[in-house]
């Protein structure tokens, strides 16, 4: 009788470490974030290689709920700021959430 009580209590012991509701779980290795991935349209104002960053005058970006404006944004690879002048119209790339995206791709528009 004992060891039924023992073992009862550490199953209850170990029912009640659990969360009480499923939104409280780790992601058990899943990835949970909003990351996005979409393109725009802008012109380049600056070039940082050493920061490995761009500024672009850019259009509104629908899926990240952006009006045009001017910011800086890091490149996932620095040779995509080989060959690029400021004053460039370009078509780029970018994938990340509303926070941080980063240029994943740059083609001139000419």
């Known amino acids: 009788m004992y060891r039924i009580l023992q073992a009862l209590l550490i199953t209850l012991g170990a029912i009640s470490a659990l ?6 779980m780790p992601s058990m290795g899943m990835s949970m974030s909003s990351e996005k991935m979409g ?21 509104p ?23 690029r002048t400021v ?11 509303d926070k941080s995206p980063v240029v994943t791709s740059i083609q001139s528009t000419k």
């Not at 969360?19 to 409280?24: M, Y």
């Not at 725009?40 to 259009?59: E, M, R, S, Y």
């Not at 990240?64 to 800086?72: C, D, E, G, K």
């Open 61 to 83: 970006i629908k899926e990240l709920n952006w009006p045009a404006m001017t910011m800086a944004f890091k490149v996932a690879d620095p040779k995509l700021l080989a060959g």
């Open 39 to 59: 393109n725009g349209v802008g012109v380049i104002k600056a070039i940082d290689p050493k920061q490995g960053t761009i500024t672009l005058d850019h259009q």
């Open 87 to 97: 004053g460039e119209k370009v078509n780029f790339g970018w994938k990340g959430d």
């Open 19 to 24: 969360p009480a509701n499923a939104d409280d």
